[in-house]
């Protein structure tokens, strides 16, 4: 998974990662390297890993264990992992006496 970062408007004000739950299509992320960076009444930001999961969207629910009424419901869109593709190369040529320089054009590096 990715390290995602979450951020919640209107959310129970946490002080550790112990007083918060977070899951993704049902199943508990990972409590390490789950972390509050910030928490106050009217925002809260965490980082979580995300689950392994192939693309489309994925309900997350982040929980606060002191209020679970105030737990916050929303999608995660997967995106398919893309590979890095070749756009183009110079020169297209090269000298047999090598050292030489390649320029590269790479999407997706």
Do not use: K, W
């Amino acid at each position: 998974g990715d390290l995602l970062t979450i951020s919640i408007a209107n959310f129970p004000a946490v002080g550790s990662p112990d007083e918060v739950e977070v899951s993704f299509a049902g199943l508990q992320a990972p409590s390490h390297p789950l972390r509050v960076v910030f928490s106050d009444a009217t925002e809260t930001v965490l980082t979580v890993l995300s689950p392994p999961a192939p693309a489309g969207d994925l309900y997350t629910l982040v929980t606060p264990l002191f209020a679970p009424s105030r737990a916050a419901v929303f999608p995660l869109t997967v995106r398919a992992a893309a590979s890095p593709r070749l756009l183009s190369f110079t020169p297209r040529l090269a000298p047999s006496t090598g050292f030489f320089t390649v320029d590269a054009v790479i999407a997706r590096f």
